[in-house]
């Protein structure tokens, strides 16, 4: 039987050890899980997504579909042979309205300076798409990324993948030209963890604000509001990590 080596940080391997836990089953039905994941999404035919979309992104949000649909259009104008994780990463900042946004400003990083440092990493001249490609369908680390946003939002307890999961997929996946720009601006997993988390907090604020009868936020106030709720996040999480002796690597 093939081994496969999975890495731990030191605290959750010891975690691990003391609990007794069986790895190899663990990992064995998790990759299964995954492996089934990451198929379905790379046979799902991004173009085909309809209002009521069924199968491996029915959880998706309309808002997440759209961007979806601008990755392939992305994809297609590059004459790439499918789509990649740097049309997802460009197809979320050509939205222009979505929470991934004010995440990523909440982490003091434009997406204008996103959009420059991923067009930097793409050819300058676009080519034909080879007879064989497909821009429809998801490149390997493109389909892990998806895979990952959904892992995301099950962890964070949510029953749908919308752009901030997106985002959190694209920063965590390791090998796509998406994870390299975000992760070199500051995006790493763990920061962009509490981001969300701060951005969601924030959002669910504004909205029982406006269901209170008052107006509802502009985006400025709610990049505001989510950066105020990401500080105080970031000091408890530090000195609990501190408290326990982690790293703050992640």
């Not at 198929?39 to 959880?59: C, F, K, N, S, V």
């Not at 997993?189 to 509490?194: D, G, I």
């Amino acid at each position: 039987m093939p081994k496969i080596n999975v890495y731990l940080p030191d605290e959750l391997a010891e975690a691990v050890k003391q609990a007794g836990v069986p790895v190899s089953a663990v990992c064995q039905r998790a990759l299964e899980q995954a492996v089934r994941r990451v198929t379905a999404i790379r046979e799902t035919a991004l173009a085909d997504l309809d209002d009521e979309p069924t199968g491996a992104l029915a959880h998706f949000t309309a808002r997440t579909r759209a961007v979806l649909k601008l990755a392939v259009e992305r994809a297609r104008d590059a004459g790439a042979p499918m789509t990649g994780t740097e049309h997802l990463l460009g197809a979320l900042l050509d939205e222009g309205t979505n929470l991934a946004l004010h995440v990523l400003r909440a982490m003091e990083i434009e997406p204008d300076h996103v959009g420059r440092d991923l067009a930097r990493r793409q050819p300058g001249e676009q080519a034909a798409a080879p007879p064989d490609g497909d821009p429809r369908r998801l490149d390997g680390p493109a389909a892990s990324a998806l895979e990952l946003a959904v892992t995301e939002a099950a962890a964070l307890g949510h029953n749908y993948i919308g752009c901030e999961h997106l985002l959190l997929g694209l920063a965590v996946e390791p090998d796509g030209a998406a994870g390299h720009v975000l992760r070199a601006l500051g995006a790493d997993p763990k920061l962009v963890r509490r981001a969300v988390t701060a951005a969601l907090a924030g959002y669910v604020h504004l909205r029982a604000e406006s269901g209170q009868g008052r107006p509802a936020a502009p985006q400025q106030e709610l990049a505001a509001t989510i950066g105020a709720a990401l500080e105080p996040l970031h000091r408890r999480i530090a000195r609990l990590e501190e408290h326990l002796g982690l790293t703050s690597e992640g």
